[in-house]
C-alpha cells in the first residue's frame, strides 16, 4: 500500500484516483502509525516552498520522513512542490529543505522572451538514468505535465534521473538512492503518468 503524505498542499485525491485506476491500494494520511503501515511514501505538493516546509515541520512530519527514508530506506516519491522540498533549499524561500537529495530549486532564467515562466503544459523529458522508476520507459517518448516557475539544480549529475528543455536543460526528475523526485505531476500525465507511478509501486 502507498502512503499519500497529507501536509495541507498537494493533488492528493487525483493521486489516490491514479492508483486506483493501476490497482493500487492507497491511503492519504498525516498519521505516522498509518503512514508506518505503507511500503512506499508520495509526498506532493502544490503551493510555495516556505509554506510547503512550514508544514511539514509544523506537523512533525519532516522530521518524519527524514527517519524513514535515511533509517529505514523507505522509498519516497516527491512530486512537484514535494520534489523541490526533497532538496536543501529553494531560491522560493528561506527556510531549508528536508536535504535528502543534494540539490537547490532555483527560478527559471531564460533569454528567449517567448518562454514564458511557469514553464506550464505538456513537455518532453529525456531518461538519464535505468532505475526501476524508469524501467521499460527508455525506449518510449516521454510527455509529461508541468507546472512550475523553479527547478532542481543538482550538486552532482549523479543525482539527475530525467532531464527537460525549456530554454536550457533542467532536471526534471532526481534520484539518491530510495529518494525520488519528479518536476512534473504524473497524476495528470495520463498514459505516462499511469506506467511511472506504476513502476514505483512495482519497485
Same mark, same amino acid.
Given at each position: 500500500?502507498?502512503?499519500?503524505?497529507?501536509?495541507?498542499?498537494?493533488?492528493?485525491?487525483?493521486?489516490?484516483?491514479?492508483?486506483?485506476?493501476?490497482?493500487?491500494?492507497?491511503?492519504?494520511?498525516?498519521?505516522?502509525?498509518?503512514?508506518?503501515?505503507?511500503?512506499?511514501?508520495?509526498?506532493?505538493?502544490?503551493?510555495?516552498?516556505?509554506?510547503?516546509?512550514?508544514?511539514?515541520? $509544523?506537523?512533525?512530519? *519532516? $522530521?518524519?520522513?527524514?527517519?524513514?527514508?535515511?533509517?529505514?530506506?523507505?522509498?519516497?516519491?516527491?512530486?512537484?512542490?514535494?520534489?523541490?522540498?526533497?532538496?536543501?533549499?529553494?531560491?522560493?524561500?528561506?527556510? +531549508?529543505?528536508?536535504? &535528502?537529495? +543534494?540539490?537547490?530549486?532555483? =527560478?527559471?532564467?531564460? #533569454?528567449?522572451? =517567448? &518562454?514564458?515562466?511557469? /514553464? !506550464?503544459?505538456?513537455?518532453?523529458?529525456?531518461?538519464?538514468? $535505468?532505475? +526501476? &522508476?524508469? /524501467?521499460?520507459?527508455?525506449?518510449? =517518448?516521454? =510527455?509529461?505535465?508541468?507546472? /512550475?516557475?523553479? /527547478?532542481?539544480?543538482?550538486?552532482? %549529475?549523479?543525482?539527475?534521473?530525467?532531464?527537460?528543455?525549456?530554454?536550457?536543460?533542467? *532536471?526534471? *526528475?532526481?534520484?539518491? $538512492?530510495?529518494?525520488?523526485?519528479? %518536476?512534473?505531476?504524473? #497524476?495528470?500525465?495520463?498514459?505516462?503518468?499511469?506506467?511511472?507511478?506504476?513502476?514505483?509501486? #512495482? !519497485?
Amino acid at each position: 500500500m502507498i502512503g499519500i503524505i497529507d501536509y495541507g498542499l498537494g493533488n492528493l485525491g487525483s493521486i489516490k484516483n491514479m492508483l486506483k485506476v493501476i490497482g493500487e491500494k492507497s491511503v492519504i494520511s498525516s498519521d505516522a502509525e498509518e503512514l508506518d503501515k505503507c511500503n512506499k511514501l508520495i509526498l506532493p505538493g502544490v503551493g510555495s516552498f516556505d509554506a510547503g516546509m512550514s508544514k511539514l515541520n $509544523d506537523s512533525k512530519l *519532516a $522530521d518524519y520522513i527524514k527517519t524513514v527514508t535515511e533509517k529505514e530506506k523507505k522509498p519516497i516519491l516527491g512530486i512537484c512542490l514535494g520534489m523541490q522540498l526533497l532538496g536543501k533549499s529553494s531560491e522560493e524561500g528561506i527556510l +531549508p529543505g528536508l536535504g &535528502l537529495i +543534494p540539490f537547490c530549486s532555483k =527560478r527559471f532564467q531564460i #533569454e528567449d522572451k =517567448r &518562454l514564458k515562466v511557469p /514553464h !506550464m503544459g505538456w513537455d518532453i523529458v529525456k531518461i538519464e538514468k $535505468d532505475i +526501476p &522508476l524508469t /524501467h521499460n520507459l527508455l525506449d518510449k =517518448r516521454q =510527455r509529461y505535465y508541468f507546472v /512550475h516557475s523553479y /527547478h532542481a539544480v543538482c550538486e552532482s %549529475q549523479e543525482n539527475v534521473l530525467m532531464t527537460c528543455d525549456y530554454g536550457y536543460d533542467f *532536471a526534471a *526528475a532526481v534520484v539518491k $538512492d530510495n529518494v525520488m523526485g519528479v %518536476q512534473f505531476h504524473p #497524476e495528470k500525465s495520463h498514459s505516462f503518468g499511469m506506467a511511472l507511478l506504476t513502476n514505483f509501486v #512495482e !519497485m
